[in-house]
């Protein structure tokens, strides 16, 4: 009786509500930056990023997964902090050991832990002094990258030895003072004149030994974590890309004739005489000791190659559309990236529109679900995207999201652009920046997410406006949305299309730019000045585009007399990397919107000088 009673008591709970997703979800939304898998295949070291709201930091979790019961992952170690990051993970040689790149001890090098755990070790003392790079910092430029030190760029390891690149600063002299010539606004605004170059140094892990290669100026061996470099499978030989594919062979360096074809990120074939690359819609071998290029492979309609694996049975491609990321072993709709292959196994980040990313295993063509970093989801109501295409001359895609409340009736919408990364990712920062799609919808908006078409001319926007403008015509035309209620909202070139749409157009009551603007609005730019602006702007910038937008703010207020306001963020990046300035930007943006669109004000008393300050603007 005692069991009967437990179990009526347990069958009369109630069913939770699923609540609404809240900006806090948005921001501490775990993404896996990094897969790796060892040289066994047996198991895969993967970097999960930990956002915290609390204390403004991020913390890269370094896990080990079991490859077959990719369920399982154990933490090995972490990195934390506000700048602070882990990436490129190497294994050892024998799979004993897992190596990074973080600024433990104040700059980026080399460290290593047991695949068990432990406290990291640095594996060597970089020959290079620390420069810093990142945010609007002009050595290497990396504009989506926390601005800190490094005096390694980036590694490779292998049975013979560590291949790593480091900056060499030129140390130029401004005695004479910095000429401006019209290219280098970026580097007067950050301070920073030097030229730094790139240098590939090889390390011998038994002896202790350096040497030093080759200088090159930044190019793609230089991106921070991302080593375009490769060792042959004897290790006897080094890949890597400068201007052009190039290989080391003790102390030679020559370069591959890859002819017409675009090399990829190294890969060797198993026999260590090949590359791969791209050419006339194939993959295709390049000979490093030249000859003929074979094909390999046929890539898809609309698809591109990122990536090539040569397996025993061939090529596994790591493939790209306007939709997706995925492996050519594995038919999916989801979004697989950061991919690891060994053979016919591979370790992936899986997502979609409205599922955050999680662990997936590969094998065979199965795809098997594993670690989720993202418990969270199952409590929260969440849209499903919908994929949608536009056709005005030319085919652009997106996707629309249109909330249950909205069922049968028109409501506000808003429009978030960027370029071409609407994709079949959970509220990816690369595309929604600080605007987010399923807060919005979870207030009763139509959410658009637009495309640029491809085939378009990118010196301008006037396709991606028409492309926009057909987005909401159909919307309206099916009568889900209000044409009197519409915003848009762009980052970076989006920025650019959201302020020429207000320009151009009179379907948009309020608009929202993130880290970028028009020169139709700066006053002594080449470009005709705009007589008219259609509402309300909102300027959410980094601390370099934050400069460049003044012109904007004075002119639309002094000149047009528009309401608008300019917010900067100080030490950030691109995309924002702060926890806080994030959850700060959406929800100055999403009262924004509300308040200008539909009058709508948050009953938060903490607010009341943000609307004060508004008011005085109308």
Same mark, same amino acid.
């Given at each position: 009786?005692?069991?009967?009673?437990?179990?009526?008591?347990?069958?009369?709970?109630?069913?939770?509500?699923?609540?609404?997703?809240?900006?806090?979800?948005?921001?501490?939304?775990?993404?896996?930056?990094?897969?790796?898998?060892?040289?066994?295949?047996?198991?895969?070291?993967?970097?999960?990023?930990?956002?915290?709201?609390? +204390?403004?930091?991020?913390?890269?979790?370094?896990?080990?997964?079991?490859?077959?019961?990719?369920?399982?992952?154990?933490?090995? /170690?972490?990195?934390?902090?506000?700048?602070?990051?882990?990436?490129?993970?190497?294994?050892? #040689?024998?799979?004993?050991?897992?190596?990074? *790149?973080?600024?433990?001890?104040?700059?980026?090098?080399?460290?290593?832990?047991?695949?068990?755990?432990?406290?990291?070790?640095?594996?060597?003392?970089?020959?290079?002094?620390?420069?810093?790079?990142?945010?609007?910092?002009?050595?290497?430029?990396?504009?989506?990258?926390?601005?800190?030190?490094?005096?390694? *760029?980036?590694?490779?390891?292998?049975?013979?030895?560590?291949?790593?690149?480091?900056?060499?600063?030129?140390?130029?002299?401004?005695?004479?003072?910095?000429?401006?010539?019209?290219?280098?606004?970026?580097?007067?605004?950050?301070?920073?004149?030097?030229?730094?170059?790139?240098?590939?140094?090889?390390?011998?892990?038994?002896?202790?030994?350096?040497?030093?290669?080759? +200088? !090159?100026?930044?190019?793609?061996?230089?991106?921070?974590?991302?080593?375009?470099?490769?060792?042959?499978?004897?290790?006897?030989?080094?890949?890597?890309?400068?201007?052009?594919?190039?290989?080391?062979?003790?102390?030679?360096?020559?370069?591959?004739?890859?002819?017409?074809?675009?090399?990829?990120?190294? &890969?060797?074939?198993?026999?260590?005489?090949?590359? !791969?690359?791209?050419?006339?819609?194939?993959?295709?071998?390049?000979?490093?000791?030249?000859?003929?290029?074979?094909?390999?492979?046929?890539?898809?309609?609309?698809? =591109?190659?990122?990536?090539?694996?040569? =397996?025993?049975?061939?090529?596994?491609?790591?493939?790209?559309?306007?939709?997706?990321?995925? *492996?050519?072993?594995?038919?999916?709709?989801?979004?697989?990236?950061?991919?690891?292959?060994?053979?016919?196994?591979?370790?992936?980040?899986?997502?979609?529109? &409205?599922?955050?990313?999680?662990?997936?295993?590969?094998?065979?063509? =199965?795809?098997?679900?594993?670690?989720?970093?993202?418990?969270?989801?199952?409590?929260?109501?969440?849209? =499903?995207?919908?994929?949608?295409?536009?056709?005005?001359?030319?085919?652009?895609?997106?996707?629309?999201?249109?909330?249950?409340?909205?069922?049968?009736?028109?409501?506000?919408?808003?429009?978030?652009?960027?370029?071409?990364?609407?994709?079949? /990712?959970?509220?990816?920062?690369?595309?929604?920046?600080?605007?987010?799609?399923?807060?919005?919808?979870?207030?009763?908006?139509?959410?658009?997410?637009?495309?640029?078409?491809?085939?378009?001319? #990118?010196?301008?926007?006037?396709?991606?406006?028409?492309?926009? $403008?057909?987005?909401?015509?159909?919307?309206?035309?099916?009568?889900?949305?209000?044409?009197?209620?519409?915003?848009?909202?762009?980052?970076?070139?989006?920025?650019?299309?959201?302020?020429?749409?207000?320009?151009?157009?009179?379907?948009?009551?309020?608009?929202?730019?993130?880290? +970028?603007?028009?020169?139709?609005?700066?006053?002594?730019?080449?470009?005709?000045?705009?007589?008219?602006?259609?509402?309300?702007?909102?300027?959410?910038?980094?601390?370099?585009?934050?400069?460049?937008?003044?012109?904007?703010?004075?002119?639309?207020?002094?000149?047009?007399?528009?309401? /608008?306001? *300019?917010?900067?963020?100080?030490? $950030?990046?691109?995309?924002?990397?702060?926890?806080?300035?994030?959850?700060?930007?959406?929800?100055?943006?999403?009262?924004?919107?509300?308040?200008?669109?539909?009058?709508?004000?948050?009953?938060?008393?903490?607010?009341?000088?943000?609307?004060?300050?508004?008011?005085?603007?109308?």
């Amino acid at each position: 009786m005692k069991i009967l009673g437990l179990m009526v008591l347990v069958l009369g709970v109630p069913a939770v509500e699923p609540r609404a997703v809240e900006i806090e979800d948005v921001v501490a939304s775990r993404q896996i930056t990094e897969v790796r898998m060892a040289p066994d295949g047996k198991q895969a070291a993967v970097v999960i990023t930990e956002p915290s709201l609390d +204390d403004n930091a991020v913390t890269s979790r370094l896990m080990i997964v079991d490859v077959d019961a990719p369920e399982r992952a154990r933490t090995v /170690t972490t990195v934390r902090g506000v700048v602070e990051r882990m990436t490129n993970v190497r294994w050892s #040689p024998d799979g004993k050991q897992v190596a990074f *790149l973080a600024p433990l001890d104040g700059a980026d090098e080399v460290w290593t832990v047991s695949r068990w755990g432990g406290r990291p070790r640095k594996m060597f003392g970089s020959p290079a002094p620390a420069t810093r790079f990142g945010g609007n910092h002009m050595a290497f430029w990396s504009p989506n990258v926390p601005p800190h030190d490094a005096k390694v *760029l980036a590694f490779e390891w292998s049975a013979a030895g560590v291949a790593f690149t480091a900056p060499k600063p030129l140390n130029k002299s401004t005695d004479d003072g910095v000429v401006y010539n019209g290219r280098n606004l970026m580097p007067l605004l950050a301070r920073e004149h030097d030229e730094v170059h790139n240098a590939l140094w090889l390390y011998d892990p038994k002896t202790g030994n350096m040497r030093h290669v080759l +200088d !090159a100026p930044t190019g793609p061996m230089a991106q921070p974590g991302k080593p375009k470099m490769a060792f042959s499978p004897d290790g006897k030989r080094l890949a890597f890309v400068t201007d052009r594919l190039r290989v080391l062979d003790g102390d030679r360096v020559s370069a591959v004739d890859a002819g017409t074809a675009r090399p990829l990120e190294p &890969s060797w074939s198993s026999d260590g005489k090949e590359l !791969a690359g791209v050419e006339n819609g194939q993959v295709v071998a390049i000979p490093v000791d030249g000859g003929p290029r074979r094909p390999l492979a046929v890539l898809p309609p609309g698809a =591109t190659a990122t990536r090539v694996w040569f =397996t025993q049975n061939g090529v596994t491609l790591a493939l790209n559309d306007d939709r997706h990321e995925w *492996l050519s072993t594995a038919e999916t709709e989801d979004d697989l990236s950061n991919c690891s292959v060994h053979e016919d196994k591979a370790v992936c980040a899986r997502q979609t529109a &409205s599922t955050p990313p999680r662990i997936a295993a590969v094998h065979k063509g =199965t795809i098997k679900h594993g670690y989720n970093p993202n418990p969270w989801v199952n409590g929260v109501r969440v849209n =499903t995207p919908i994929p949608t295409e536009w056709t005005t001359g030319f085919k652009a895609t997106g996707y629309r999201i249109v909330p249950p409340q909205c069922a049968g009736k028109r409501c506000p919408a808003v429009v978030i652009t960027h370029g071409y990364d609407a994709r079949n /990712t959970f509220m990816a920062d690369v595309n929604e920046w600080s605007f987010p799609s399923q807060v919005y919808a979870a207030k009763g908006y139509v959410v658009l997410l637009v495309n640029e078409p491809r085939a378009a001319n #990118p010196t301008n926007t006037v396709e991606a406006r028409k492309t926009i $403008e057909a987005a909401v015509k159909s919307a309206v035309d099916s009568g889900d949305v209000d044409p009197a209620e519409v915003g848009v909202l762009g980052y970076s070139r989006g920025a650019r299309v959201a302020d020429e749409l207000m320009i151009h157009s009179t379907t948009f009551k309020v608009a929202v730019a993130g880290d +970028d603007g028009t020169f139709e609005l700066m006053p002594g730019s080449p470009v005709p000045l705009a007589q008219r602006f259609n509402g309300p702007l909102l300027q959410q910038m980094g601390p370099a585009a934050g400069v460049m937008v003044t012109r904007i703010d004075e002119y639309l207020k002094h000149g047009l007399k528009v309401p /608008t306001e *300019l917010v900067v963020f100080p030490e $950030e990046t691109h995309i924002l990397h702060q926890p806080r300035h994030r959850a700060a930007a959406m929800r100055q943006n999403v009262d924004w919107i509300d308040y200008w669109l539909l009058g709508r004000r948050d009953p938060d008393p903490a607010k009341a000088a943000q609307y004060a300050r508004w008011d005085s603007y109308r």
